[in-house]
């Protein structure tokens, strides 16, 4: 799961910051703080549903 979760945030960067893309849906780049508080609002909740896992697995 950890490698999946790098690779959808390397993705989703590359997405959202390729000025060809901002051109195509009209946006612009993050900046390095906006970006940060996307991070900061989004770890918690992975470390969450990990720790949620642990105590009550799906399987």
């Given at each position: 799961?950890?490698?999946?979760?790098?690779?959808?945030?390397?993705?989703?960067?590359?997405?959202?910051?390729?000025?060809?893309?901002?051109?195509?849906?009209?946006?612009?780049?993050?900046?390095?703080?906006?970006?940060?508080?996307?991070?900061g609002v989004g770890l918690p909740v992975v470390?969450?549903?990990?720790?949620?896992?642990?105590?009550?697995?799906?399987?």
């Amino acid at each position: 799961p950890a490698i999946g979760i790098v690779v959808v945030v390397i993705l989703q960067c590359l997405f959202s910051q390729w000025s060809m893309m901002n051109q195509v849906f009209d946006t612009t780049p993050l900046t390095f703080i906006q970006a940060l508080i996307c991070i900061g609002v989004g770890l918690p909740v992975v470390f969450i549903a990990f720790i949620l896992q642990r105590f009550d697995p799906l399987n």
